[in-house]
Nanobody
Framework: QVQLVESGGGLVQPGGSLRLSCAVS????????MGWYRQARGKQRELVAT???????AYADSVKSRCTISRDNAKNTIYLHCDSLEPEDTAVYFC??????????????WGQGTQVTVSS
């Protein structure tokens, strides 16, 4: 069984910063790409950033200049650091992971989400 647990959300003032973490635990063979997504109230879930096992990042245009995704393969953890937050960044942030199980099958797993609210 594979679990993803996000942490680091909360209330942030406009112009402030956030740092989220997502740790993968359980029984698996390897983790391929991981990513951060977000879903604002009344909107569809959207991509924020992804990172490959080889540390190659990709970003949504809306966050490209403000956010950095990073990864620690030894800890099975990814991070998201964003600066210059705007009220439009308010959303539930989810992480996901493309996991290779010991059965040689691949599955996508999601965390439960962490709320980020940007407000004064």
């Amino acid at each position: 069984q594979v679990q993803l647990v996000e942490s680091g959300g909360g209330l942030v003032q406009p112009g402030g910063s956030l740092r989220l973490s997502c740790a993968v635990s359980g029984t698996f063979s390897s983790i391929y790409a991981m990513g951060w997504y977000r879903q604002a109230r009344g909107k569809q879930r959207e991509l924020v950033a992804t990172i490959t096992r080889g540390y190659s990042p990709a970003y949504a245009d809306s966050v490209k200049s403000r956010c950095t995704i990073s990864r620690d393969n030894a800890k099975n953890t990814i991070y998201l650091h964003c600066d210059s937050l705007e009220p439009e960044d308010t959303a539930v942030y989810f992480c996901n992971a493309d996991v290779l199980l010991h059965s040689a099958t691949k599955s996508i797993y999601w965390g439960q989400g962490t709320q980020v609210t940007v407000s004064s």
